[in-house]
């Protein structure tokens, strides 16, 4: 393959990565992030209870939705049309921001996120995780600062990127024109000490051996580190 993708990037680049904080006015916590033509708004939302199964506990929960807008690809769909494939998104959402703070220390209350798809270029899953840390961070700071909870929760800064496997060349964080073309797509979850979280990796048209799957993992932990990096700035951490 020629050493440069499509869009101009090295193969192993970020695009553009932007987070707007405070994006809406009514959520505790909310973003848009921006990564190269995805958009994605992710809110976090304090409700003062949490599922039945936690129920005096004295534990809290975080959990996730997440939707595309009909329009936000370049045909419209059908409102209803993502919907198994969100179920499964939005597990892995709300699966990679628990592993990210106590939530127990939350008390008996839930966040929830809201990820809103509103440009579709791929990565939207791993773009709504990055934004939901942040908007999650948010929303227990406000708990916080409102001294509803007296102690902020530990927590480990944590972010997702996607990788693709295309010619035996290894590509940073695909966009959609990519990632329908590669021969394994990955999505990785890592938090600021490179501990994994989550790793979900597909042969599309070829398979990988342990050898390529740790040098896609590398790989990923450098895009990782500068989403991180992105955070923290946003953050003021």
């Known amino acids: 393959m020629p050493g440069i993708r ?14 707007k904080r405070n ?3 009514y959520p505790e916590g909310s973003v848009l992030i921006t990564q190269g033509s995805t958009k994605v708004i992710v809110t976090a939302s304090v409700i003062e209870s949490v599922p039945r199964f936690l129920v005096d506990t004295g534990t809290g929960w975080i959990t996730a939705e ?18 198994g494939r969100s179920a499964e998104i939005q597990r892995m959402i709300g699966r990679s921001i628990r592993a990210a703070f106590r939530y127990e220390k939350l008390g008996e209350r839930t ?10 270029d791929g990565g939207t899953r791993c ?22 909870i007296y102690e902020f ?11 693709g496997l295309k010619d035996n060349q290894i590509l940073l964080d695909l966009n959609y024109a ?4 590669v021969d394994a797509d990955f999505n990785l979850v890592m938090n600021q000490d490179l501990e994994i979280v989550e790793v979900q990796g597909t042969a599309e048209g070829a398979t990988f051996n342990r050898k390529k799957l740790n040098d896609i993992i590398e790989l990923g932990e450098k895009g990782i580190l500068e989403l991180i990096q992105i955070q923290k700035k946003e953050l003021n951490l």
């Open 6 to 19: 499509i869009d101009g990037r090295k193969f192993d680049e970020l695009r553009k990565t932007t987070i």
């Open 178 to 181: 990519e990632d329908s073309k």
């Open 23 to 25: 994006f809406l006015k």
């Open 66 to 83: 997440y939707s595309m807008l009909p329009r936000a690809t370049q045909v419209r769909n059908q409102r209803e049309h993502y919907r």
């Open 153 to 163: 929760p530990d927590y480990k800064i944590l972010a997702a990127v996607s990788l």
């Open 111 to 120: 966040i929830k996120i809201d990820c809103d798809v509103i440009q579709a």
């Open 127 to 148: 773009a709504s995780v990055t934004g939901a840390f942040i908007a999650v961070f948010d929303a227990i700071n406000y708990l916080y600062n409102q001294q509803i």
